[in-house]
């Protein structure tokens, strides 16, 4: 049943970590800078600032999205008491 309420909390997140994320890249990467996001369809763009923007640009989009999922869940937590997926394994330290 949680799952079911977490998913519209959860859509909602992702595209707002991804619009966020979107415009955070841009600014790093003005601030190295590059004036033009690097495009792979470009004919004009390097392959060393291709392969930095995307690895810049996938850091920065995972480190986002990832901190965004975790957020709701513990949004979502406070508001309910129920976690939103599985459940910490139990360690043996």
């Known amino acids: 049943m949680a799952k079911i ?6 859509l909602l997140t992702g595209l ?3 619009i ?4 955070l ?9 590059g004036e033009k ?3 792979p369809t470009r004919r004009d763009v390097s392959v ?3 392969a930095g923007g ?3 640009q996938g850091a920065v989009f995972s480190a986002v999205r990832g901190l965004a999922d975790h957020g709701s869940r513990a949004a979502f937590r406070r508001l309910t008491g129920v976690w939103p997926g599985p459940r910490a394994e139990a360690r043996d330290d």
């Open 25 to 33: 890249f841009a600014r790093l990467w003005g601030l190295f800078g």
């Open 37 to 39: 996001v690097p495009d």
């Open 48 to 50: 060393g600032e291709l």
């Open 16 to 18: 707002l970590a991804g």
């Open 5 to 10: 309420l977490f998913m519209p909390l959860r």
């Open 20 to 23: 966020a994320a979107r415009r």
């Open 54 to 56: 995307l690895a810049l």
